[in-house]
């Protein structure tokens, strides 16, 4: 287990992934680019040497062989970077064990995280460097380290066993909107936001004094009122923490799993 704080002043605990579900993931990864990587050679790689081969003369294999070397890498590390970036955390073969990379403030990696931890695989490859991980305490690869990342199962542990009660079953389907999110404020968070409101949601659900209720959620909701640009809410919004993390909720779930009731 490891336990962070993020951004928002929640302390998360999440469960270390297994060095065997990581190892599953990455070689699904790692297929998924050899597949790629095999379609650009048979399409690109004629078009070289037969094309090619009257500019290149006998030279054009070698070229070739150059080029898909470098589209190799390429694919290893810009595709895999641009997975986790898009992905909150998750490439295919992270999605297909529940697995996630998280930054160690509990959030998913931003472009700059997940391109350090990707381009760090040239060493991570080394067997040399296979020790890495066991020498430290959130089992980070060398990458991980650099990019300030680690590897979790996808959810973190519920505070509690019982469901988030929310406003209503979806964003749409609420009678009443306290708070005018615009459509668009889904844009600048990510599903992996949904698990942290969740996951405050039930920490203060059993809280019997509203006003200490309310005063552990008013600095969650300041950062995500700075992060969806709605200064405008803030007196509102600290006024009723719960309500406004709970339409925040439910506009992610809309987004991110629909149908969910």
């Known amino acids: 287990m490891i336990a962070l704080e993020t951004p928002e002043l929640t302390r998360v605990e999440y469960r270390l992934a297994p060095f065997g579900a990581r190892i599953v993931a990455a070689a699904l990864d790692r297929l998924v680019v050899l597949a790629m990587l095999l379609a650009l050679v048979i399409v690109g790689g004629v078009i070289i040497i037969v094309a090619g081969a009257q500019v290149l003369g006998e030279a054009a294999p070698l070229t070739a062989l150059a080029v898909v070397i470098a589209l190799g890498f390429l694919l290893n590390t810009l595709y895999l970077a641009w997975a986790e970036a898009r992905g909150g955390g998750q490439t295919i073969g992270k999605r297909q064990l529940g697995l996630r990379t998280i930054q160690l403030t509990g959030q998913a990696p931003g472009v700059a995280a997940a391109l350090v931890r990707n381009l760090a695989r040239v060493f991570d490859d080394l067997p040399i460097l296979w020790v890495v991980p066991t020498l430290t305490a959130s089992r980070q690869r060398l990458g991980d380290l650099l990019a300030g990342t680690c590897v979790v199962v996808e ?45 405050v949601l039930r920490r203060v659900q059993g809280e019997p004094s509203p006003a200490r209720r309310d005063a552990l959620l008013r600095p969650i909701v300041r950062r995500y009122l700075r992060r969806l640009g709605l200064a405008e809410l803030e007196l509102p919004a600290l006024a009723a923490p719960r309500r406004f993390l709970g339409e925040v909720g439910l506009m992610l779930r809309d987004r991110h799993h629909p149908g969910a009731a």
């Open 155 to 199: 959810r973190p542990p519920a505070a509690l066993t019982t469901p988030v009660v929310w406003p209503a079953e979806s964003w749409r389907a609420l009678a009443e909107r306290r708070f005018e999110l615009p459509p668009e404020a889904a844009d600048r968070l990510v599903a992996h936001d949904l698990d942290l409101i969740e996951y």
